[in-house]
């Protein structure tokens, strides 16, 4: 259901202004964290299951490796997507403050709907690929060496 919302404008310095900008604020500060979160776990798991497979020189565990590696940096484009969209709410709430249109029908929406070609953005920038292409090759670095005769 389409709520309509009240065109009344108000005040720029509003309490209430600055807690919906706040509120933004801080959701894009836990997706940018999530973002280093899933980095950080997947070079963990990948780390433990690769020197696992490489002790044990087991090939189908490297390659169970790719598992984690692909679905973390799903979950890492997917926040990296998230986080680029709520930082265009918070743009275009920020140009209608300063343009005078705010209304009290903007306050505390929090909606920045994410598409899949936003996905598909974000998984190929530069602050995903290079962590994630890097895991990947150590991926097959350790393959290449757990294939090796003895």
């Known amino acids: 259901m389409n709520a309509v919302k009240p065109t009344i404008p108000i005040p720029t310095v509003d309490a209430a202004v600055v807690a919906h900008l706040n509120m933004v604020q801080n959701a894009i ?3 940018a964290t999530q973002s280093a979160s899933c980095k950080s776990w ?13 002790a ?4 189908p565990l490297t390659a169970l490796a790719v598992l984690p590696l692909v679905v973390f940096t799903m979950m890492d484009a997917f ?4 986080e680029r969209a709520f930082r265009g709410l918070w743009s275009a709430k920020v140009a209608r403050l300063r343009i005078g ?4 029908g903007d306050l505390f929406d929090l909606t920045a709907p994410v598409s899949v070609t936003d ?19 150590v991926c097959m670095l350790v393959l290449v060496y757990v294939l090796q005769p003895q």
Not at 42 to 54: E, P, Q
Not at 123 to 135: E, G, K, N, R
């Open 29 to 31: 500060n836990r997706f």
């Open 79 to 82: 926040y990296l997507a998230c």
């Open 101 to 104: 249109t705010y209304a009290a």
């Open 42 to 54: 997947c070079l963990s798991v990948i780390g433990a299951l690769l020197s696992f497979a490489a």
């Open 119 to 137: 996905w598909l953005r974000a998984f190929v920038s530069i602050s995903i690929w290079p962590a994630y292409l890097a895991m990947l090759l």
């Open 56 to 59: 044990t020189k087991t090939p």
